[in-house]
């Protein structure tokens, strides 16, 4: 029998977050996931009347395409996937791969050359198509949460079913205010950050593209921060792991910056120009996430946290800078996490990790849940 749990995760997905519609064609990519969940997706997409195109990935294959990538092999990777996404309105990633650090062996010059010819791939989805990208729950996830198992997919699929909707009309004040903001002051234990966000926007992210969600994103103008922030979470990228990461910047650039992986940080900064600048930052507020698990998805959503992202900038919110990387670095302002405070324009926006204008309450977790 399958668990109505999923029946109900894939109708979200389809009904809710890429709004599928007759007619529409929906590429689902499938990582690592039960294929009793694929069945339910496919089956969802066509009660409403679209075509799912399957793809079904294994992550230990996938760490050994990019082991053995070169110039012609990426390129050509580039030249399928891309024909394939221009032919689909709507895509859906579910990846559910148990060992988050399988990549961790794959050499740098081949991730870099990889990711950076595949990204018009992204860039054509991400702009192109309605997309939604969530991770499935593993015992590895249930470990780095701190959870059994059992628990731990109880919560996710609280997470992840939640009434997002409900949470979209809290998140409008927000926006506004990010919208018409100039100044960000973030203060904190070991940070003491401004810039600006003028005339850049803001954009609400309320489940219609990542699963879990809860976030409203906006982004530094290019050459505006200056200070030093210390985050407080894990990080992963290109499966390694980070801690402390201390970052430094002076008109707009990371001019130091340290963490418990140095030569491999700097590594990746160094990456291209952009990589040195950054590409978006956020508010997160989800009321069941509390804690990090190394998976951005769900950390980047932690109540209380804000994240600061070295790299790429969205279209929507967009200060121009171009990198093949986007890194989102988290750092949780509640008591239990050191606490701080975010400023706009002389304005106290949250402290400790709770809203205090009257118009945004409705995002605290009291409210949300």
């Not at 990633?93 to 060992?99: L, M, T």
């Not at 903001?181 to 005339?199: E, L, N």
């Not at 140095?262 to 989800?286: C, M, P, V």
């Amino acid at each position: 029998m399958t668990d109505p749990r999923y029946t109900k995760l894939a109708k979200l997905l389809v009904g809710y977050s890429t709004k599928i519609e007759p007619g529409d064609s929906a590429l689902l990519d499938m990582i690592d996931v039960p294929d009793e969940f694929s069945v339910e997706l496919m089956r969802a997409v066509r009660e409403a009347g679209g075509t799912p195109l399957v793809e079904v990935r294994h992550s230990r294959v996938t760490r050994e395409v990019m082991r053995g990538t070169d110039d012609a092999h990426a390129k050509l990777v580039r030249e399928v996937e891309m024909y394939r996404m221009k032919r689909v309105q709507a895509y859906i990633a579910v990846r559910g791969s148990a060992n988050a650090n399988e990549s961790s062996d794959v050499p740098s010059e081949k991730l870099r050359l990889y990711s950076k010819t595949l990204r018009p791939v992204i860039d054509h989805r991400v702009k192109k198509t309605r997309w939604c990208v969530l991770r499935w729950p593993t015992p590895s996830m249930a470990q780095a949460a701190g959870m059994s198992t059992e628990a731990f997919e109880n919560l996710y699929f609280d997470v992840c079913t939640m009434d997002y909707g409900r949470m979209a009309k809290a998140m409008d004040p927000l926006q506004s205010r990010m919208e018409q903001a100039d100044r960000v002051h973030i203060k904190g234990p070991g940070t003491d950050i401004t810039f600006s966000i003028k005339g850049i926007g803001a954009k609400m992210c309320k489940g219609d593209r990542n699963i879990p969600d809860g976030e409203v994103f906006s982004c530094p103008v290019r050459n505006s921060i200056n200070g030093v922030i210390q985050f407080n979470t894990p990080t992963l990228y290109a499966g390694t792991r980070f801690d402390n990461v201390r970052l430094e910047f002076k008109a707009g650039k990371v001019v130091a910056a340290t963490s418990s992986n140095q030569a491999k940080l700097t590594e990746i900064l160094d990456t291209d120009a952009g990589a040195r600048y950054t590409g978006e930052f956020s508010l997160g507020f989800n009321p069941y996430i509390l804690s990090p698990m190394c998976d951005i998805l769900f950390d980047e959503k932690i109540a209380g946290s804000l994240h600061l992202t070295p790299g790429q900038a969205y279209e929507e919110c967009d200060n121009g800078n171009r990198s093949a990387v986007h890194w989102d670095m988290v750092l949780i302002q509640r008591p239990e996490w050191g606490g701080g405070e975010i400023w706009f324009d002389d304005v106290l926006i949250r402290k400790d990790g709770v809203f205090v204008p009257k118009d945004l309450m409705a995002l605290n977790p009291d409210r949300l849940k």
